[in-house]
């Protein structure tokens, strides 16, 4: 389906990343789509908390390495405040266990970063549609699993 002809209202979304030319290539990945509306940018964790709060975003792409709160902690955060946000991270982790922990806290989606270009809209889709989306970087399993 082509979304850019859709009448649908775009699916709004927080972007949470400290690293300022990945928050802008993902802001640009996201204008190329029409279906899709950046409300604002955060640089940290609590900036991610207040702007969650107050632009009530309907997809948060949240890196983990954040500074003054990490993902995982303003995520929690997050998830008491706008519960019904779905949550992305965005992260260089690929162990298996961070993306387990990401799940485990309430994301729907887990998305290494040097996958985002290829795998940004497909996780989309799937979180979109309540479904987990889990990127093919992250590694199978821990060892001895």
């Keep these: 389906m082509d979304h850019r002809f859709s009448q649908s ?15 802008a290539l993902i802001r640009s990945l996201l204008g190329e789509n029409g ?16 702007k969650a709060q ?3 975003p309907d997809v948060i792409l949240m890196d983990i390495g954040l500074p003054r709160l990490n993902g995982f902690d303003a995520a929690r955060q997050i998830r008491k405040l706008q519960p019904s946000a779905k ?20 994301a ?3 998305i290494v970063k040097d996958r985002a ?10 979180i ?8 093919s970087g992250v590694a199978c399993c821990e ?3």
């Design 9 to 23: 209202p775009a699916i709004r979304i927080l972007v949470v990343e400290d690293f300022r030319p990945f928050r």
């Design 35 to 50: 279906q899709f509306q950046v409300l604002g940018e955060a640089s940290d964790g609590l900036e991610a908390v207040e």
């Design 54 to 56: 107050r632009l009530v």
């Design 87 to 106: 949550i992305v991270f965005l992260s260089q982790e690929t162990a298996f266990a961070v993306a387990q922990a990401a799940f485990g806290i309430g």
């Design 108 to 110: 729907l989606g887990y």
């Design 117 to 126: 270009g290829t795998e940004l809209f497909m996780g989309l889709r799937a």
């Design 128 to 135: 979109l549609a309540d479904r987990q989306f889990l990127s």
């Design 143 to 145: 060892p001895g699993e």
